[in-house]
């Protein structure tokens, strides 16, 4: 069971980005799971950015996303995905992908980082002129 988030790279400030996480050995049922997209920038915690939970109709975003992040799935692929625009050097960090079991992880308010059991590895976002 394996999840991979892929799709990261140098972009400069301002640029976009689009991250995929795709699953192997199972079914990631999007309708079921909670998907979290998290990243930790080099010296720091990890932050969590944005999830969605189908089943409890939450999306969320961290305040330092807001409106330029935006997350969305494709049930055919079993694919998530995390467009980031605008973004900002701040926004440098490995990001991970991961699973929580439905009515867990992500909320209106938060995500619950210990509640996610799949983690993918992750892709490097560099943003730098």
């Known amino acids: 069971v394996q999840l991979q988030a892929f799709g990261g790279g140098l972009v400069q400030p301002g640029g976009s980005l689009i991250l995929s996480c795709a699953a192997s050995?199972?079914?990631?049922?999007?309708?079921?799971?909670?998907i979290g997209w998290f990243r930790q920038a080099p010296g720091k915690e990890r932050e969590g950015v944005s999830c969605?939970?189908?089943?409890?109709?939450?999306?969320y975003y961290s305040d330092s996303v807001k409106g330029r992040f935006a997350i969305s799935r494709d049930n055919d692929q079993n694919t998530v995905y995390l467009q980031m625009n605008s973004l900002k050097p701040e926004d440098t960090a490995v990001y991970y992908c991961?699973?929580?079991?439905?009515?867990?992880?992500?909320?209106?308010?938060?995500?619950?980082?210990?509640?996610?059991?799949?983690w993918g590895q992750g892709t490097l976002v560099t943003v730098s002129s």
């Open positions: 991961a699973t929580a079991d439905s009515g867990y992880g992500c909320y209106a308010d938060h995500m619950g980082a210990a509640e996610y059991h799949y």
């Open positions: 050995g199972f079914t990631l049922d999007l309708d079921y799971y909670a």
């Open positions: 969605f939970a189908v089943k409890a109709g939450i999306t």
